[in-house]
């Protein structure tokens, strides 16, 4: 098998201490954020394997709640499971809190950093953070590949 002439031309740039340096840097860039992506997607399993106890039982609290509001076809009941329905479907955005609060609410809720952190307590936000993690380590991963391959 013939090699082509230039493919191994990037590994004579190595001769001097900078170069090294730079090929270094990229390096612990890498290890750092695949450490650190690893731990964090490890720590989020781990989390959710200890919280499933706890989200079997509110999913047992939920059917137990739902089957009585069937149950019982009292107005208020129907008006307290529209207006569940109601606080599921529209976002924080248009409640009546403070701006501050729903500004926090919204940035808790959709950014991607934020999520990993303070996410809300399910099953559902478990799974959510796991998925946030492994995007933003593959995300991450790419950036830095792109920065060592044309900034270096």
Known sequence: MKVPSGAFSAANGLT????????LTVIIMFG???????????????RS?????????????LKR???VAEQIHSPA?????????IRSVFPVV???????IRLRDELRKNHRYLQLFSAAESELSDQ??????????????????LLAS???
């Not at 001097?16 to 730079?22: D, I, L, M, Y």
């Not at 394997?49 to 609290?61: A, G, I, Y």
């Not at 796991?130 to 933003?136: E, K, N, R, Y």
């Open 16 to 23: 001097s201490p900078e170069a090294v340096e730079q090929v």
């Open 32 to 46: 750092t954020l695949w450490f650190g992506g690893a731990a964090l997607l490890f720590g989020c399993i781990w």
């Open 49 to 61: 394997h200890v919280k499933q106890p706890v989200h079997l039982e509110e999913k047992t609290k």
């Open 65 to 67: 709640r739902s089957s």
């Open 77 to 85: 009941a129907i008006c307290e499971r529209i207006s569940e329905y």
């Open 94 to 100: 248009y409640k009546s809190t403070p701006v501050l």
């Open 128 to 145: 959510k953070r796991i998925l946030t993690a492994v995007q933003l380590l593959t995300t991450q991963s790419v950036l830095i590949f």
């Open 150 to 152: 044309f900034c270096v």
